[in-house]
């Protein structure tokens, strides 16, 4: 392409609300532009890029089994009152009507239509498995739209539904789709770690968040440094701990402390001089109505879906006044678990404790020196707090640490929720009816694109990966007046898009400067430079962006020499 014709608003201001490097570099590279909150056009520079991903997702879906749709974008009502999610999903979810006042919704996902259609489709077990999969428009209305293209309104979304005859089968296309993931984030040349994600009640290994590393990612996450343990924040595991409390029969006698208005670990902490490793946080939660205490290490934090999966509870809040009342017979602040009158669960950090500083069940005191077994016992104890650097691996035992990343991808196993609230059902081969097994699978294609810009920039511009960028090449003559220069840069040009190198020529009419600055600027990793003072030598000379190492070659071997450094490049992100 040549420049001169390209529509490529480049630009040097940095928009006041573009909060992060790729949306300022996005917007400045005149990839994108915003139409109004959340909702943004691309240009033909990032689409180019945005085709590149769907790309290589399409080849490795196509390459794992799965068969493209394209599922309509607006979606019925009665479609999400049958799954239950037209009450439950809440603002994101935009609704509308039609002329006849039927109710409709701009689709934010799509398992209910997917669900829809394979049910009527599938009837029989030699039909399954399926995984369809379609790359296509989303509209989530996000409460707080940010980091342009990264969390908008309007996105693109690559999501893939498979349908399988039981758990087993399932399973089976979980393993494919993950490898596919990492087929295509390895090819997208992304640096990205498959992170365990909570799964809720299906329990297991079933959902992986495909994490790109970047300082910038709105998501933390706990990865071991010496395995490849990685998990959310909300996942991560924590193991339980080897040493275990000294003999209670062997401890000082329980003491009651007077503590008037002392109710938080710090307050409680301050007032009897004691540590929070000392102190025991006793909580009680309402798990669908019914109250349930869980003591955990004073400098420690429950981890609420660990508490509620491991409850198996639908619903799971802190218990409101009354109910602590009802449970410890005193007022908020002073629980413990010395009598209370609820079940008591245990986080492991419990384990090793003696001479612990608890709540007494009364308003105004404290209780010291409690010991378990001796003073309380628990149902049961488990992992229920929030994972923190430097814990210990729950695989290997290596360190824990934190780092923050940007979720391209998800992966997950859905079970039977919608097929069961759908019925979308089989006969197998006794002929019974079945419910098929589902998974989904979604990888968002502009927050992809936007998050290998976070990975691969400098203070001049994007560094495109081979792989993503919009063009491998551009061929800068410096003067366009000078009718050797140019003549060269054409012959170039020609040899390059004859050897199906995507190339731009920069045959504007500016200083060798400005065309420098905007190659850099838009990323291209490939630059062939044609000079007078070179080309006298019948030389040209060709810069890297990634390293900024030029080297000189014939102008006969630089085609040559160009293809098979973008065949190298390709190669290695496999
Ligand atoms: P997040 O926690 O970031 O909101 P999510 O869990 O809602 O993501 P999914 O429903 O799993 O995301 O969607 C699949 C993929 O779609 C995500 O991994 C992400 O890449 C992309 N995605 C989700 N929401 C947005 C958005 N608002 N803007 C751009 N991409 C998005
Ligand atoms: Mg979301």
Redesign the pocket.
Known sequence: MRYSEMHLPTGREVPSDAEVVSNQLMIRAGMIRKLTS?IYSYLPLGYRVIRKVEQIIREEMNRAGAQEVHLPMVQPAELWQESGRWTYYGKELLRFRDRNDRDYCLGP?HEEVITDLVRHDIKTYRQLPRNLYQIQT?F?D?VR?RFG?????E?G?K?AYSFDADEAGAEKSYDKMFAAYNAIFSRCGLTYRPVEADSGSIGGSFSH??MVLAESG??AIAFCDTCSYAANLEKAEIARPEKTAPKASDRPALENVETPDVRTIEEVSAFLNVSAKQIVKTLIFNADGKACAVLIRGDHEVNEIKVKNYLGAAELELADDDMIFKATGAPRGFAGPVGVKVRVIADYSILPLADMVTGANRENYHLKNVNLGRDFTVESFADLRVVRPGDACPRCGGEIKFARGI????V?KLGAKYSKAMKAVYLDRDGKEKTMIMGCY???V???VAACIEQNFDQNGIIWPMPLAPYAAIVTPVNINEPEVMKAAEEIYAGLLAAEVEVILDDRDERAGVKFKDADLIGIPLRIVVGPKNLAQGKVELKIRKTGESRLYAKSDIVGEVRAIIAAELKQAG
Not at 149 to 153: H, I, L, Q, T, Y
Not at 407 to 410: D, K, L, Q, T
């Open positions: 959340g996902t989303k989530r996000e739209p293209v990264m969390r908008c309104r996105f979304m999501d968040e495909f709105e998501d979720e391209v991808g998800h997950f979604g990888i968002g502009g927050r992809t």
